[in-house]
């Protein structure tokens, strides 16, 4: 009872002490406002308590102010990450297909699988270190996901040591089937084309149906003046090139190209320089050579001079790569100029050592995209180009007038044989051995007709029917008049002879007579052919091209004269007739002499011939109908002839794949190396 009451007592003191503060508090309030200046006396510990309790309150408030505009902000800009996760898959290339969910990468056992992977890594290469034993690549330093290093070790690989590894990896890059998604992959193409060596973009370029953005474009050329002139630069590097102890051919070319190009600067400064230098310098022009034609002389004593391996130095030397970059790119227009221009490189790339220049001059995305031109001609070049560059799959290298029709990409379809198209008077590697031109049917399109067409029939029909062949196409120049001489400085590089000599050094280049080997020609190329056989009988260098033929075929060959001689002779000062032309008369000693020689030969070779005759006049311009080469001049003595009633033009050229000229001709390749292709 007594403690109770205690405790009420405190109580009522404690709530009127309460009271008491409070009223002191309102007291010294009243007292501070009517008062005058009081004294400055220093601040106690309750006042400072109540400070820190107000700032306090103020910090703690702002803080959670701040994190909750922070947390809103955050979740207003919230990235959704599956879209993140697939852009930085745009950055790989994929050996197997994988999956977009990141809560696949992140399992317990996708991380057993990751340790025990770097496990097995370690005790490798310290097994490879103490064996002393090369380490095998696919176990990489590289610890990324699966995803992020397929890229690089396929590009790895592409420069393995081991050349089956490394052509392998190129082919799997090339038709990139492993490629995951349906988005574009300009990420994972570019990366390849920064990142690959010369080698692999070789390769690539030469893979058929190859992606063009695996390449780089050409790099950049500075900007051009106002009062830049290609032909100035072109001027400039002919003038810097060996212009003594040069072949006289060449010597002719670059004559005649520095002769027009000066002319054309004397016209824009005002004067003309006539008859090759000497003319007034103030008379003024009657007319302003094209700048495209100026090119072409240009380009055309360049393509002499790139036959001349010193000269291609001097070429690369003089900054002639990254000249002929910019004017292919300027002159697109023009296919003249660009095949030229291909040429030109094609000839470069036949010396090893300026590879690298020609790769670093951005030529290889140039070759590549012109292999896929529908021009026959056009992608011809570029594969000479190609193939020359490619020291990985390709041994032979094609010097300037050898083109390889099939194969022109990579492939593992071994090559058995070989066939090789000689043209004639007139002719060329690829016209010659068109489909016979057609009229177009009222009820087909022209694009139809186009379509079914084929410029070049051994590189079509012949390369489906046969995809063992490498198949060869040569091309010299050929006229019937010595008015439009090429190179009229020495006719005798004109002759047979001549000639022989001259294609079966490139043919040796090319590689001809490693294989089984069958010759397919046309008119004068027929006689070429029988001289070359001859002269390869001869010299012991040659005895793979003789003892490796296995038969020969002859499209309207004139093995003992042609008309069109005799009628070009009577007519000889008015037409000038040409070397080739000369040798073509009838009866003519040396063209017996020829045929009797071959003859011979063919009869202790033993190996078939085939001879197809005209029956058909034909029409040599508006005025002149003739039979080119007479059935009896076509009869060669050995082997078996067929008359086929068409003209001497059309005699090599089939309507149609199933027509006889072009079955008969197949039959016979066919049926030659039928042990050499295993048929």
Request: aromatic share 8%; charged share 25%.
């Amino acid at each position: 009872m007594g403690t109770r009451v205690r405790r009420c007592r405190l109580r009522g003191e404690i709530g009127s002490g309460r009271m008491s503060v409070a009223a002191y508090c309102i007291f010294c309030c009243r007292q501070i406002g009517t008062s005058g200046p009081a004294t400055k006396n220093p601040p106690s510990w309750n006042d400072i308590r109540k400070i820190a309790k107000v700032t306090g309150s103020l910090i703690l408030g702002g803080f959670v102010f701040i994190t909750y505009e922070v947390l809103s902000l955050k979740k207003l800009l919230q990235i959704d990450t599956q879209a993140i996760h697939q852009e930085k898959l745009k950055s790989h290339v994929y050996i197997r297909t994988s999956s977009l969910n990141p809560n696949e990468y992140q399992g317990i056992t996708y991380q057993a699988r990751k340790e025990i992977h770097r496990a097995v890594r370690k005790i490798l290469e310290a097994e490879a270190k103490i064996f002393r034993r090369p380490f095998n690549e696919h176990f990489s330093t590289f610890d990324g996901e699966d995803h992020e290093c397929a890229l690089w070790l396929l590009l790895k690989r592409t420069q393995s040591e081991d050349k089956e590894v490394r052509l392998q990896a190129v082919q799997e890059l090339a038709k990139n089937t492993h490629w995951h998604g349906n988005v574009c992959w300009y990420y994972q193409y570019g990366t390849v084309a920064q990142t690959c060596d010369q080698r692999t973009a070789i390769g690539l370029a030469r893979s058929k149906d190859i992606d063009l953005r695996f390449f780089l474009p050409p790099p950049s050329l500075p900007k051009m003046k106002n009062d830049y002139l290609i032909e100035d630069e072109l001027r400039l590097l002919l003038v810097s090139l060996p212009q003594t102890g040069l072949d006289p051919c060449v010597q002719y070319f670059t004559s005649l190209a520095l002769r027009e190009s000066s002319q054309t600067l004397a016209a824009q400064r005002g004067g003309l320089w006539c008859f090759g230098g000497n003319g007034l310098p103030y008379c003024e022009t009657l007319g302003k050579v094209p700048s495209e034609t100026v090119e072409l002389f240009c380009l055309q004593a360049l393509v002499q001079h790139s036959k001349v391996s010193s000269h291609c130095d001097k070429i690369e030397a003089q900054g002639g790569l990254q000249l002929l970059q910019r004017i292919y790119q300027l002159r697109k227009d023009s296919a003249k100029i660009q095949r030229n221009i291909i040429r030109i490189i094609g000839n470069m790339a036949l010396d090893e050592r300026l590879h690298s220049s020609i790769v670093r001059a951005g030529w290889v995305s140039v070759l590549a995209e012109v292999m896929k031109s529908p021009h026959v001609i056009q992608s011809s070049h570029a594969s000479r180009a190609l193939a020359n560059l490619d020291r990985d799959t390709v041994q032979e290298k094609y010097p300037d007038g050898v083109y390889v029709l099939h194969p022109q990409y990579r492939s593992s379809q071994p090559i058995r044989a070989d066939v090789l198209f000689v043209h004639g008077l007139l002719g060329a590697a690829f016209k010659t051995w068109r489909q016979q031109d057609i009229d177009q049917p009222v009820d087909k399109k022209a694009s139809e007709v186009q379509e079914e067409y084929s410029q070049c029939w051994p590189k079509t029909w012949l390369a489906s029917d046969c995809p063992a062949l490498r198949i060869i196409s040569v091309e010299y120049d050929t006229r019937l008049s010595d008015w439009k001489a090429k190179c009229p400085v020495e006719p005798h590089r004109t002759s047979i002879a001549y000639r022989s000599n001259e294609l079966l050094e490139k043919l040796r280049a090319a590689g001809i007579g490693e294989r089984p080997l069958v010759w397919v020609s046309h008119s004068m190329g027929g006689l070429l052919v029988k001289k070359m056989l001859v002269d390869a009988s001869k010299n012991p260098e040659m005895d793979k091209i003789v003892n490796n033929t296995r038969g020969v075929i002859f499209y309207s060959v004139p093995h003992h004269g042609s008309q069109l001689a005799e009628y070009s002779i009577s007519a000889r000062y008015l037409l000038f007739p040409s070397v080739e032309v000369k040798e073509l008369s009838k009866d003519s000693p040396a063209l017996k002499v020829l045929n009797d020689d071959f003859l011979s030969f063919a009869k202790d070779k033993k190996f078939p011939v085939l001879s197809f005759a005209e029956t058909l006049p034909t029409h040599i311009g508006s005025m002149l109908k003739l039979h080119v080469v007479p059935l009896e001049s076509a009869k060669l003595g050995i082997g078996e002839l067929i008359p086929v009633d068409v003209n001497h033009l059309n005699i090599c050229k089939p309507k149609k794949k199933d027509a006889f000229l072009y079955q008969r001709t197949l039959k016979f390749i066919q049926d030659v190396l039928a042990t050499d292709l295993g048929e």
